[in-house]
C-alpha cells in the first residue's frame, strides 16, 4: 500500500506542514483560520477544510465568536454534529486550562488570570449572561455561577436571591460579572445601582462585594477600580 498522501485530504503536504508548524512553534506558529482549518480536518479527514475555516471565521466575527457561538448556531450554519462537537471540546479545553489558573489560589492575587478566564467564557456571547463568583474568608473561589442569562441587552437579577445565595455557601465577599453583547463594557446607571444594593444587603451580613466586572468584545471594565462602589 502507498504512503503517498491523498490529494483529497492533504494536498502537497499542506495539512502534515500545519501539523509540524503547530507542534514546532506552539499555538502562536498557526494563524487564526489554519487553527480552524486543522481543527475542522480532525473532524471531516477527507476534506479540504481551508474554505470552510475562512468562511466560519467571517461568519461568526473572528476565533473568539466561532468558539463561544452555542451549538444551535452552528448547526444553522450547516455544520455537522462531528463538526460543532470539535469546535465545542476546543473551547472547553481552553476554558478549562484558563480556569485551573484561579482555582486553589486566592482571587485577588489572580486578577489577570481571572480577567483573561473571563473574557474567554463571556467577552463574545449573543446574550447577557450574570454570575457570581463566591469566595471565602481567604478570597478563595467557592463556587462559579451562572445565576441569570438573559435576551440580547438584559438581564434578570434579584438582591434578595443574591444574598440568600451567598448565605448558603458562607460566602465573605462577592464579585459580580456580567457581559455586554454590544461589545462596550462601560457601566449602565442599572449597573452601578444594581451593585450598591447589593454591597449594601450583604454589608451587614459581613458579605462584601469585591468588584464588580463587565465584559465586553472591547475589553473589562472593573467598577472597583472606577471608584464606582
Known sequence: MSD????????????????????EGGPEALLDHELVEYLLALAIPRRDTKPMARKLLAEFGGLGGLL?????????????EG????????????????????????????????ADYLH??????????VRVLHLNSKNMLIRDELISEGSVDQAAVHVREVIKRALE??????????????????????DIALTKEIAQAGKPLGIAVHDHIIVGTSGQTSLRAQGLI
Open 68 to 80: 463561544s457561538a452555542d451549538p444551535e448556531s452552528l448547526a444553522r450554519a450547516d455544520l455537522s
Open 83 to 114: 463538526v460543532v462537537a470539535a469546535l465545542k471540546i476546543a473551547e472547553a479545553s481552553a476554558l478549562r486550562l484558563l480556569r485551573t489558573k484561579i482555582t486553589d489560589r486566592p482571587m485577588l492575587s489572580s486578577w489577570q488570570a481571572l
Open 120 to 129: 474567554a467564557d463571556m467577552a463574545h456571547r449573543a446574550i447577557e449572561r
Open 169 to 190: 455557601l458562607s460566602s465573605s465577599a462577592l464579585i459580580l460579572v456580567h457581559n455586554h453583547p454590544s461589545g462596550d463594557p462601560q457601566p449602565s446607571r442599572q
Open 4 to 23: 503517498a498522501p491523498d490529494p483529497a485530504t492533504d494536498t502537497s503536504g499542506h495539512r502534515a506542514r500545519l501539523r509540524k508548524r503547530l507542534i
